[in-house]
C-alpha cells in the first residue's frame, strides 16, 4: 500500500471515530434539552444523560441496521414519531436515572425532533 493509502485509510478512521463522538455529543445536548422542557421526563445527573445518549445512539444504530428505518420524528413520518417515542421510553429500562412516562414519551418525542431538526451537520453515521 503507498504511503497517500496509508494516509487516507487512517484519516478516515480517525474521521469515523469522530463522527460517533459528534453524535453522542449532539444526542446528549439534545437529550438534555428535552428532559428540561418535557414534563414527566427526568435525568437525574451528566453520568445519566452520558449513558442515556449512548443507549439512545445504540438504539437507533440497531434500528435503522436491521429495519431501514429512522427514528427520526420528521424525518420519517408518523413511523419515525412512534419509533422515537419508543426509543426515549424503553432507555429507561437501561439507565438508572432517567425516568419517564408514556406521555412525556409522546411529548419527548416531538420536542426531540424539533430540537434535533436545528442541531447543524449531519448526524448520520
Keep these: 500500500m503507498s ?26 445536548v439534545v437529550l438534555a434539552i428535552t428532559a428540561f422542557f418535557t414534563p414527566g421526563f427526568a435525568i437525574n445527573n451528566i453520568w445519566s444523560l452520558a449513558i442515556a445518549a449512548v443507549v439512545l445512539t445504540v438504539l437507533d444504530y440497531l434500528i435503522v441496521k436491521f429495519t431501514g428505518l429512522h427514528a427520526s ?5 408518523f413511523i419515525g414519531f412512534a ?27 416531538l420536542i426531540y425532533g424539533v430540537i434535533d431538526y436545528f442541531i447543524p451537520g449531519n448526524q448520520s453515521m
Design 3 to 28: 504511503n497517500a493509502q496509508t494516509q487516507s485509510n487512517e484519516s478516515n478512521g480517525t474521521s469515523t471515530v469522530w463522527q460517533i463522538v459528534g453524535r453522542l455529543v449532539a444526542a446528549a
Design 73 to 77: 420524528p420528521f424525518g420519517k413520518g
Design 83 to 109: 419509533l422515537a417515542a419508543i426509543i426515549l421510553y424503553v432507555t429507561q429500562f437501561f439507565v438508572a436515572g432517567y425516568t419517564i412516562s408514556w406521555m412525556a414519551a409522546i411529548i419527548g418525542a
